[in-house]
């Protein structure tokens, strides 16, 4: 009895209908959710259940058939042996978990002729390692103890009768019988002394059974194999039947897919130069199947690990299976070996369970092949499965790895999106700051490649629109741009400010400036130093002219001002201000008179008619209670702080003071 009510799979769960009923046990469909250890051909975590009930018969007195068949999975492992993963009793029926399989029987009009051939070659190779290696008899080779696995390849089941040839006797078999295919029993069983030839008649049966209602030309020498199998293996006299190993090298078994499939599947005990030699003209030579066939018996061993590490695979054969047919090819590379609809039936379960390998060489050809066969995957697929594998590679301490992975994920982007794929809070950094007109209007893909060629180019590679000045050349006749000055507070409008003005500044040189184009108001420097038009002496000026400070340029340039204003309409305001300032840049004789406390202003020469260019910029306070302050002779003639006015007895030359005085 194995197992108990506490050894069933965490996670399991199990469909209420079976998919096959025997004379021993049903067969049901079942899903682990830990799907990383039982791959099938969904990569789903699918698994077969099988529940047996106990069985009279003298076979059975210490196991159930079931429990037998259990026992014997456990201990006799092969590829093409039904793999056993757990086994549990529960109350009084007993539980057997293997790999997902589909008994042979419901799929078998599926089968092609050359998948019915590799098929067969599975169950001999099975029947020969528990002929040759275990020294044991199956004593039930039949349709029904052969299954299917997710990946197309038949294994071999039904071990409830298996026992070692050392048992085996007429009893045994008449024992045996009674559940047994009767098509696969030799009538004259029981009359012979040899025993050990049980499992050949029944192969020879299973061979003629498979190939029922198939034409002979359809798998090479399949008529000469039937003849064979007729002639020797169901021969009356079971001393002149062969041994199973010996019917390997018929030519049934040796034709050229088979010899493709077996050098797959004995791919370790190939020299460097055999494997090199074979991956060369492998595609040459699959060309010439059917391809959803090469997809189901070879898509599993041409994306196996030997495979994926072999160079010469590498480099010949596996670009070729990652990619599907029906991508065009660019600059001359060849299209895909599989096509789209066959790929996604095939091979991307194989490479969903490919990307939970954690083996750095082949998670490295992957993403190296990952633009090919994204687009095959579903949006399910890639969140779920894809998009977790590669999120885990991100953080893998090998920096080629990181650095690959990183733009795999870029390719999720545009599928998946951004949220998906980085996840977290995102707000919108970056602005376009295109004009309106390139904003409005749709830019091609066209435009958009020659932009990204061009971000690429060194300065030195585009042409300059604009002309350069030659600093050895003439400058006189050159024309400067500055930046837009906004105007002061207060100040008066100019009808027509973007009509550019000429600034004479002595009789051979001559600027352009454009009043929008004019600094900020804070470089106070900028419109004070002499203006450079390609050579240092470009402007002349007396020997003791001295750049001054912006206030004391605005204040000594707005009396000047004010009298062009009146009589000369049409000059603009630029115009004014760059004549007040050399004005006022000739009047500074000595650099003291920048000292505020050594400027000497004549308030006599102040009109009534005067234009004040401050008047708007004078602040107005507002007062909510007036203070009414008695009139002395001391405080008679009070003036404000703000509106100081010096007296006329007061010296010129005694200036503000350091205190004021009320």
């Not at 000594?556 to 115009?575: C, G, M, Q």
Request: charged content about 25%; glycine content about 4%; proline content about 4%.
């Amino acid at each position: 009895m194995m197992g108990n009510e506490s050894s069933q799979l965490r996670g399991l769960e199990i469909q209420e209908k079976p998919v096959d009923t025997t004379d021993f046990w049903s067969q049901y469909q079942a899903t682990i959710s830990d799907s990383c250890r039982y791959f099938s051909l969904k990569s789903d975590g699918s698994v077969s259940v099988f529940k047996g009930e106990a069985v009279l018969g003298p076979l059975w007195a210490l196991s159930t058939p079931l429990e037998k068949f259990s026992n014997n999975l456990l201990k006799y492992r092969h590829p093409c042996i039904v793999r056993y993963i757990s086994a549990w009793q529960q109350r009084s029926t007993f539980h057997l978990a293997t790999e997902y399989v589909q008994p042979l029987g419901h799929v078998l009009t599926t089968q092609t002729p050359l998948q019915i051939c590799i098929g067969l070659n599975n169950i001999l190779q099975a029947l020969v390692f528990l002929h040759e290696q275990a020294g044991m008899s199956h004593n039930n080779v039949s349709i029904s103890c052969v299954y299917v696995s997710g990946d197309g390849q038949w294994k071999l089941g039904g071990l409830q009768y298996l026992c070692p040839f050392t048992e085996l006797n007429p009893a045994y078999l008449k024992h045996s019988r009674i559940h047994r295919y009767d098509k696969a029993v030799d009538p004259n069983e029981d009359s012979y002394e040899l025993t050990s030839k049980v499992d050949q008649y029944g192969f020879a049966v299973l061979v003629d059974d498979v190939f029922k209602g198939r034409k002979d030309d359809e798998v090479p020498h399949l008529k000469e194999f039937k003849k064979y199998c007729r002639d020797l293996l169901q021969n009356p006299d079971p001393s002149k039947r062969p041994n199973l190993s010996e019917i390997l090298q018929n030519n049934f078994f040796n034709h050229e897919f088979i010899t493709i499939y077996k050098f797959l599947n004995f791919l370790p005990l190939k020299g460097e130069d055999e494997k090199a030699q074979f991956f060369s003209n492998i595609l040459e030579m699959l060309k010439c199947y059917d391809e959803e066939t090469v997809a189901k018996q070879l898509g599993g061993l041409l994306l196996s690990r030997l495979t994926l590490l072999d160079q010469t695979a590498r480099k010949d054969v596996v670009p070729f299976i990652l990619k599907p047919k029906n991508e065009r090819p660019h600059n001359g590379e060849q299209p895909g070996f599989f096509s789209l609809g066959v790929f996604k039936e095939h091979v991307k379960p194989r490479l969903l369970q490919l990307f939970g390998v954690r083996d750095s060489q082949i998670r490295m050809l992957l993403l190296a092949h990952f633009t090919k066969f994204v687009h095959v995957f579903t949006h399910d697929e890639l969140s779920q499965h894809i998009l977790p594998e590669l999120l885990l590679g991100i953080k893998d301490t090998d920096d080629s790895l990181v650095a690959s992975t990183l733009i795999c994920l870029s390719e999720l982007v545009p599928i998946l999106g951004a949220d998906t794929v980085v996840g977290g809070k995102r707000s919108k950094l970056f602005t376009d700051g295109r004009p309106n007109s390139v904003t409005n209007t749709a830019v091609s893909n066209k435009n958009l490649n020659e932009q990204f060629y061009l971000s690429n180019k060194a300065l030195g590679d585009f042409h300059c629109s604009e002309e350069t000045s030659d600093l050895n050349s003439s400058a006189y006749d050159q024309q400067i741009s500055l930046n837009e000055r906004p105007s002061p507070v207060g100040g008066e409008s100019v009808e027509n400010e973007n009509t550019p003005i000429q600034l004479y500044t002595n009789e051979r040189e001559e600027i352009v400036i454009e009043e929008e184009d004019w600094d900020d108001w804070d470089s106070s420097n900028r419109y004070l130093e002499p203006i450079k038009l390609g050579r240092a002496d470009s402007i002349e000026h007396n020997e003791n002219n001295i750049i001054a400070s912006e206030s004391e340029y605005m204040m000594n340039s707005i009396i000047n001002i004010s009298d062009t204003v009146s009589k000369d309409k049409p000059a603009t305001r630029t115009l004014l201000l760059q004549k007040a300032a050399i004005e006022a840049k000739k009047n500074i004789v000595d650099i003291s008179e920048l000292d505020i406390k050594n400027q000497k202003i004549d308030y006599s020469k102040k009109t009534a008619d005067e234009f004040d260019f401050f008047a708007d910029m004078m602040p107005v306070i507002e007062k909510q209670e007036v203070v009414k302050v008695v009139e002395t002779d001391k405080n008679k003639d009070f003036v404000s702080k703000l509106n100081f006015v010096p007296d006329e007895s007061v010296d010129e030359n005694e200036g503000w003071g350091d205190s004021w005085n009320e």
